[in-house]
C-alpha cells in the first residue's frame, strides 16, 4: 500500500503545512511559559512539558502525517483517528497546560462564562457523544467529506466538546472540580455506555453505509480535503476508489473500524480509571490517623 500511496505526493502524505502549524502552537507554547510567562507564576513542570509537546506530535500524527490521507481511504484509518484524536489527544493538553493558563482563560470577558456553561458534567457528557453519534451517521458523514469548510467545522465542534467533557475527568481549576472521584468513574462508564451504539451501527451494519468510500465520485470529493487538487486532477481517472490501495472488502473495514474504535476507547477509559482508582485510594489512605507508634500502659 504505501508504494501506491506516493502517486498523491509529499505533501498529501506529510501535510508540511499543518507541521508548520503545530510547531508554530509548540513554539508559542514555549514562549508563553518560559520567556513571557508572567511574573510570580510558576514554570510548568517536566511532566506538564512531555504531556503537552506529546500531545503536539499526536496531534501531527493524527492530522498531518499519513495516517490522515488514509483516513479517506479506509474507514478502520479513520475510526483510529477519532479515537486518538478526540479521546487521548485532549487529556494531553489538558494535563500540559499550567493552571495559571486556565485561569487567564477562564478570566477573558464572554469566553470564561461559555467555558463555566459548557463545563457542565451532563452536558458536556450529553454533547460529545451525542454529536460524535450524529457525525457518523451517513447522511451527515458523507456531507462533512463533502466539503472542507463543513469538514473543518464539525470536527472543530466535536473537538471542542471532547475538550469541555475531558475537563470533567481532569479539571485544572478547583472551580472546575464538580466530581468526586467515584463520580468521575461513573462519568466514564457512561461516556463509554453512551458512545457504543455508535460502534455498534457501524460493527453490525451487512452493507456499507457510507458513499465516502464505496461510490467513486463521492470518494474522489473526500479525497480532495486532503490532496491538492492539481495533484487529484491528474490522477483521479485512474483511481476507482479505495479498493485500488487496498484488497480489504468495504465492509470488512467498516467493521474493523468500529471495533477498533471500541477497543481503543475501552483502553483508555480503562487506563483513566484506574489512575483516577489509585490516586483516590493513595488519597485516602493518608488521610488516615496513624497507628501510634507507642501506646501508654494503664497504671
Known sequence: MWLELQIFGFRALWS??????????????????????????????????????SGMVLLYAIKGS????????????????????????????????????????????????????????????????????????????????SDDIAHAIITTVILFTAFVMWVSVFPPLEELNRLSPIMKIGFIFANGVLITPACGLIIFAGTPLYETYSQSGAWIQAMSLCVPANVLNDIAANLSGPSYFTPMPLVEDQQLGGIIMKITQEIIFGAIIAYIFFSWFNQERNTIDPIPAHIPSES
Request: charged share 10%; hydrophobic share 55%; proline share 8%.
Open 16 to 53: 508540511p503545512f499543518y507541521l508548520l502549524f503545530v510547531c508554530l502552537l509548540a513554539a508559542l507554547y514555549f514562549y508563553i511559559t518560559g520567556p513571557k510567562r508572567p511574573e510570580g507564576v510558576e514554570h510548568p513542570s517536566i511532566s506538564q512539558q512531555v504531556m503537552f509537546y
Open 66 to 145: 499519513p495516517v490522515d490521507l488514509l483516513g479517506h481511504i479506509m474507514f478502520t484509518a479513520h475510526m483510529t483517528q477519532m479515537a486518538l484524536y478526540y479521546l487521548l489527544f485532549p487529556i494531553l493538553v489538558i494535563k500540559g497546560l499550567p493552571s495559571w493558563i486556565w485561569k487567564k482563560l477562564f478570566q477573558v470577558k464572554g469566553l470564561g462564562n461559555i467555558l463555566r456553561f459548557f463545563t457542565k458534567p451532563l452536558l458536556s457528557l450529553l454533547l460529545f457523544n451525542g454529536l460524535f453519534s450524529l457525525y457518523h451517521m451517513p447522511v451527515i458523514f458523507d456531507f462533512a467529506k
